[in-house]
């Protein structure tokens, strides 16, 4: 059974372009959250779906967006980028809304 | 405040035991979680401990909870090169609808000396 999935893997960005983010969950998987992280932090909650809902949303700004799919699949949207974006992007997914599996992640590197 | 607190290094022989440390800030956490981060890669889940339990032990690792206290603390016995790795305390968020993510510790760097 694959565990949750995210694509791409590494990303490389120019200031002031958009980027779109996938994160397939586990099978089974109604919930996919979503975490932003700077190298030498720990993970910062962005946004957390369940059954296409938003259920919760972190303080990032409203470059920020995300949209989670019939097939429980989701996409992270961040537009008009920075350099002070560039990070590893988390998915996780759970059953409920605990219990989280982690994607490998997406670097994002924004120039 | 919503800060989960974490020692940031933290370094020991091969062979000892490591006791890794963490503070959160929600006494109504229902679960309280263990993640380990090798270079490059994602989080994996280590461990979670339920609130109305004081101890879990699985092979090597064993979780201490003091709920009084609000600590938490991971040890892991016989520590071995390939422990090395960034170990983060999480505890649930919540907001009005219920538990929606995870607020995690800035990570302690677990350094093994041979």
């Known amino acids: 059974d694959a565990g949750v999935t995210q694509s791409p893997t590494h990303l490389i960005k120019t200031r002031g372009q958009h980027v779109t983010l996938r994160c397939s969950p586990i099978s089974g998987h109604k919930s996919v959250s979503w975490y932003q992280q700077v190298l030498g932090q720990g993970p910062q909650f962005i946004f957390q779906?369940?059954?296409?809902?938003?259920?919760g949303r972190g303080n990032f700004p409203d470059r920020f967006s995300a949209r989670q799919f019939p097939n429980y699949s989701s996409e992270l949207n961040v537009n008009a980028l920075l350099l002070g974006d560039s990070a590893l992007y988390l998915c996780a997914s759970s059953v409920q809304v605990d219990g989280y599996t982690f994607g490998s992640g997406t670097r994002l590197t924004v120039v | 405040g919503e800060d989960v607190e974490q020692s940031l290094f933290l370094s020991v022989r091969e062979g000892d035991s490591s006791v890794i440390n963490c503070t959160y800030t929600d006494s109504s956490s229902t679960y309280l979680y263990w993640y380990k981060q090798e270079p490059g890669a994602g989080l994996q889940l280590l461990t979670y401990i339920f609130s109305n339990m004081d101890m879990k032990q699985d092979q090597r690792l064993t979780v201490l909870l003091n709920k009084k206290d609000k600590h938490l603390s991971l040890r892991i016995a016989d520590t071995q090169t390939g422990d090395s790795a960034i170990y983060f305390c999480?505890?649930?968020?919540?907001?009005?609808?219920?538990?929606?993510?995870?607020?995690f510790g800035k990570g302690t760097h677990l350094i093994i000396q041979p």
């Open positions: 999480a505890e649930p968020r919540y907001s009005g609808g219920g538990a929606d993510g995870l607020t």
């Open positions: 779906y369940y059954e296409k809902e938003e259920r």
